[in-house]
């Protein structure tokens, strides 16, 4: 099974920027398609991009498009998220999850394997 742990999370002002990344380890991450969420403190789990194992195909959450963009590099095995145009809405805390399936999803229940998660705070 894969081990995600993810890094890059800290405080940002609006409108700034911060990169994820979602480091690898047990099994190469070019065999899942792979996944952010996030979650606000007294909130359901949302999810925010996801890209499919074999194509690199992408999809985003309505709240982050235009402004967030997910990509892998299997090489280093690792997973990112570029996450631009910061608001305060964004504060929560960001996981990234490996799914088994060539297709990506939406749903959090459909992912087989999780990090522990990295904070994210936005001020106004």
């Known amino acids: 099974q894969v081990q995600l742990v993810e890094s890059g999370g800290g405080l940002a002002q609006a409108g700034g920027s911060l990169r994820l990344s979602c480091a690898a380890s047990?099994?190469?991450?070019?065999?899942?398609?792979m996944g952010w969420f996030r979650q606000a403190p007294g909130k359901e789990r949302e999810f925010v991009a996801t890209?499919?194992?074999?194509?690199?195909?992408?999809d985003y959450g309505d709240s982050v498009k235009g402004r967030f963009t997910i990509s892998r590099d299997n090489a280093k095995n690792t997973l990112f998220l570029q996450m631009n145009s910061l608001k305060p809405e964004d504060t929560a805390v960001y996981y990234c999850?490996?799914?088994?399936?060539?297709?990506?999803?939406?749903?959090?229940?459909?992912?087989?394997?999780w990090g522990q998660g990295t904070q994210v705070t936005v001020s106004s």
């Open positions: 890209i499919t194992r074999t194509f690199g195909r992408t």
């Open positions: 999850a490996a799914r088994s399936s060539d297709i990506g999803s939406t749903l959090s229940r459909e992912y087989n394997y």
């Open positions: 047990g099994r190469t991450i070019s065999g899942y398609s």
